[in-house]
């Protein structure tokens, strides 16, 4: 089972950026689609961002697009979310997982996701 490290977090001003890394350890790092995913308090946790293998392939949540991006390098065993323009609303707890999915379809679904981190807070004042 793959081991997942969430860094990056932080507080933050409405307008910031902010970069998130998620180091993985354990079986081949290229073997996982992996996603990132977001709980606010009180709230449900929701689908941010998935990349596949190779990290040709990404896709957003409606509510990300445009200001968040998803890379990976495989030789480094690290997938980072490069998140601009943060919002108050962007406020929650990010949780890195691994996949064995690979329809883009399937990435957005946790249920999916057999491995996860333990999350790290970002925190955007308006």
């Known amino acids: 089972q793959v081991q997942l490290v969430e860094s990056g977090g932080g507080l933050v001003q409405a307008g910031d950026s902010l970069r998130l890394s998620c180091a993985a350890s354990g079986p081949p790092f290229s073997s996982y689609a992996m996603g990132w995913f977001r709980q606010a308090l009180g709230k449900e946790r929701e689908f941010v961002a998935a990349?596949?293998?190779?990290?040709?392939?990404?896709v957003y949540a409606d509510s990300v697009k445009g200001r968040c991006t998803i890379s990976r390098d495989n030789g480094k065993n690290t997938v980072t979310l490069q998140m601009n323009g943060l919002k108050p609303e962007d406020t929650a707890v990010y949780y890195c997982?691994?996949?064995?999915?690979?329809?883009?379809?399937?990435?957005?679904?946790?249920?999916?996701?057999?491995?996860w981190g333990q999350g790290t807070q970002v925190t955007v004042s308006s």
């Open positions: 990349i596949n293998r190779s990290g040709v392939n990404t």
């Open positions: 997982a691994a996949t064995n999915a690979y329809s883009d379809y399937f990435l957005r679904l946790q249920s999916k996701y057999s491995a």
